[in-house]
């Protein structure tokens, strides 16, 4: 049956600041995974362009008896060629691990805001968090 109009907008605004709060958690695990992996690459090009002379030319003691242009420019290289691969190992571990707390399920959806009678689902039916009719069937992957 439909809510009243303060109602409707009440769970509005309930439903907006719940998906926003899941949006922030997905943002924030993703930031996480992406900067641990990518750590690699944010090191060696952060060194290479700080031994480059040509660019910041640090007066590090590391940059004037082991690091030169050459070797500054090859880490800059090396740091951009390493970054492909851990991108895509970056978003596999982001995926599997969204997939595997389930955090897309819990988005809900507006329609719990204008219609009562949304019904919870259990811990064994797939999701963690409640949404209306959250049967197998309106996952986003199998």
């Not at 992406?34 to 910041?56: A, K």
């Not at 070797?71 to 995926?95: D, H």
């Not at 219609?115 to 049967?135: I, W």
Request: aromatic fraction near 10%; include cysteine; hydrophobic fraction near 50%.
């Amino acid at each position: 049956e439909p809510r009243s109009p303060w109602c409707c907008l009440a769970w509005t605004l309930v439903i907006a600041t719940m998906n926003s709060l899941v949006f922030l958690l997905n943002l924030l695990l993703m930031f996480v995974i992406f900067t641990l992996v990518l750590l690699p690459t944010i090191v060696v090009v952060y060194f290479g362009f700080q031994c480059h002379s040509q660019v910041l030319h640090s007066s590090a003691r590391y940059c004037k008896s082991i690091l030169d242009d050459n070797s500054s420019s090859a880490l800059i290289i090396l740091g951009f060629v390493i970054m492909s691969p851990l991108l895509v190992v970056a978003m596999a571990t982001y995926c599997s691990l969204a997939r595997r707390l389930q955090l897309l399920v819990c988005f809900q959806p507006y329609s719990l805001a204008l219609y009562k009678g949304g019904r919870c689902c259990r811990r064994g039916e797939g999701a963690a968090c409640c949404a209306r009719g959250c049967g197998r069937q309106i996952r986003a992957w199998v």
